[in-house]
């Protein structure tokens, strides 16, 4: 009854989603345009950040385009209240990073926090239900009390924005001690220039022993 009332429909094409289709009809899911690094091999997402910090794994789901598909998948994401978009895109990714050697081996995921006061007003952090879901996946801890955002910084789904408000982002961390040894999942909806998941990654680094892997919904 539920469904007469409120039918499904794509985020993408509007169309009504068929049994077992969920955010995405599968003609949608097949015009994404698909990045893949962990089943690739590239490693052209992991060399942004040579020479910034060690990575040892990094990964991107789909390619941002700007006008496209993807862009419209990350405003409902972070704009319209569609939290749903971001566990699909983690259990899509947590069920292929399980069957890979090199991230069979994480012990953790945190996620890119959201400052306190943009949390309260969006109701929820847009990565959280793709990190939850990876981890779900990989039979490990979620830990969104690590990492702490401490100044605010404007929207980040346009790229001329995140290059203006990247460099105003400021993290912190707490309870560093329960990841010391770790092997860390770093989590975030979108990578363009890296600056924000630096930041995140070398106040994660203060722990003793940690090493860093990378894994995001998507990449300019």
Not at 2 to 23: D, I, M, S
Not at 42 to 67: M, P, W
Not at 129 to 140: D, P, Q, S, Y
Request: contains cysteine; aromatic residues 8%.
């Amino acid at each position: 009854m539920l469904n007469l009332l409120f039918p499904k429909v794509c985020v993408g094409c509007k169309q009504l989603l068929l049994k077992g289709e969920e955010v995405l009809c599968l003609e949608c899911i097949h015009s994404l345009p698909l990045a893949g690094f962990h089943k690739t091999g590239s490693s052209l997402l992991k060399d942004k950040f040579y020479g910034r910090f060690i990575v040892k794994n990094a990964t991107a789901i789909v390619y941002f385009q700007k006008r496209g598909l993807t862009q419209e998948l990350l405003h409902n994401l972070k704009y319209r209240g569609r939290s749903e978009i971001s566990n699909f895109f983690g259990k899509w990714l947590g069920a292929e990073l399980a069957e890979i050697a090199s991230y069979k081996n994480v012990d953790v995921v945190i996620p890119v926090p959201l400052h306190k006061q943009k949390l309260k007003k969006r109701g929820y952090n847009q990565v959280e239900g793709f990190g939850k879901e990876i981890a779900r996946a990989l039979n490990i801890p979620y830990r969104d009390d690590v990492l702490i955002k401490i100044s605010k910084s404007g929207s980040q789904v346009f790229k001329t924005r995140i290059l203006r408000f990247e460099t105003e982002e400021v993290f912190t961390t707490q309870n560093l001690q329960t990841i010391a040894n770790k092997h860390i999942l770093l989590v975030d909806d979108i990578i363009t220039t890296g600056a924000t998941l630096e930041k995140c990654a070398l106040q994660l680094l203060k722990a003793k022993n940690v090493s860093i892997s990378i894994a995001t919904i998507a990449t300019a």
